[in-house]
């Protein structure tokens, strides 16, 4: 998918930006270099390989550093409430922001 300078005017519009001819021309070539890796992606074929979640466990076994979702002490809700400017029934009062 290859942009115009038509595109480029468009989008340079509803971005409330001023380019000029040149500028445009140039930022038409960079965005359509960017579709262009893009499209060379996309013709790579990756069936049968599996995705990465870091791209260092393609070379090394990296195992994922989470710890368990544990509460590791207990609550103090008095004692958190204490800096709150507002609260009732253990639960922050905030100003009211939409109307």
């Known amino acids: 998918m290859a ?13 409330r930006l001023e380019l000029s001819p040149s500028d445009s021309e140039k930022m038409l070539s960079q965005i359509n270099g960017f579709f262009g890796i893009v499209e060379k992606m996309e013709a790579i074929d990756t069936d049968g390989v599996e995705p990465l979640f870091h791209p260092v466990s ?34 922050f009062l905030v100003p009211k922001v939409i109307e």
């Open 3 to 15: 942009l115009t300078l038509e595109d480029i005017s468009r989008i340079a519009h509803l971005a």
């Open 58 to 91: 393609a070379i090394e076994d990296i195992t994922l550093r989470l710890r368990d979702d544990i509460a590791s002490e207990p609550s103090n809700r008095s004692g958190n409430m204490q800096n709150a400017p507002a609260a009732e029934e253990g639960l």
